[in-house]
């Protein structure tokens, strides 16, 4: 199996700050990389896939970036909303499998 | 807009099987369109894809627990469900359904390895 790690595993901020997120695969996934944000007791919600691909609706502030083994989630201004737990995903090869989380906590 | 909701039992005797329903709303699950999956969250073990199943009722498990699981679907009702037998507490965890979109190649329909949406979830609890 790819495992996914995510750093920081947790990172705290301010409204209007800048953050990123790192997602590491332990082997090559190519672009195939998804992205979820999700609050607590929700579900996740999809935020990017293939790496750099913004799902539609979610605002342009969030941004990724990265091939083949590294990969970076980028929130470039911080809104209120956006504090939440991101997760990052493999999508290249079965069994699919997601990082262990990265806890966005506000400063 | 599609939505999906699941339900059954929210809490399951060790050993016994974990059953649940997913059903979808505001769409066919026998369009052929898209893949219809399984994942689970976990304090211990995060979120882990259990298994999805298409149209047509062809599956794809995750080796972990493959030889646990079974999903299968009932398109005259648009709903897809999840068997887990010899359950521990182990699996005692929050289970989403949830829908990836598929692309095809050369006539081959494959699933873009992506979810959206997910439906709310479901706790379920394994204990005596």
């Known amino acids: 199996d790819i495992q996914m790690t995510q750093s920081p595993s947790s990172v705290s901020a301010s409204v209007g700050d800048r953050v990123t997120i790192t997602c590491r695969a332990s082997q090559d996934v190519s672009s195939r990389l998804v992205w979820y944000q999700q609050k607590q007791g929700k579900a996740p919600k999809l935020l990017i896939y293939?790496?750099?691909t913004l799902q539609s609706g979610v605002p342009s502030r969030f941004s990724g970036s990265g091939s083949g083994t590294d990969f970076t989630l980028t929130i470039s201004s911080l809104q209120p909303d956006d504090f939440a737990t991101y997760y990052c995903q493999q999508a290249n090869s079965f069994p699919i499998t997601f990082g262990q989380g990265t806890r966005l906590e506000i400063k | 807009q599609v939505q999906l909701q699941e339900s059954g039992p929210g809490l399951v005797k060790p050993s016994q099987t974990l059953s649940l329903t997913c059903t979808v709303s505001?769409?066919?699950?026998?369009?052929?369109?898209?893949?219809w999956s399984w994942i689970r969250q976990s304090p211990g073990k995060g979120l882990e894809w259990v298994g999805y199943i298409y149209y047509n009722g062809i599956t794809y498990y995750n080796p972990s627990l493959k030889s646990r699981v079974i999903i299968s679907l009932d398109t005259s009702k648009d709903q897809f469900s999840l068997k887990l037998s010899s359950v521990t507490a182990a699996d005692t965890a929050v289970f989403y359904c949830?829908?990836?979109?598929?692309?095809?190649?050369?006539?081959?329909?494959?699933?873009?390895?992506?979810?959206?949406?997910w439906g709310q979830g479901i706790l379920v609890t394994v204990s005596s």
């Open positions: 293939a790496a750099s």
């Open positions: 505001g769409g066919s699950i026998s369009s052929g369109d898209y893949y």
């Open positions: 949830a829908r990836q979109t598929m692309t095809m190649i050369r006539g081959v329909s494959y699933p873009n390895n992506w979810f959206d949406p």
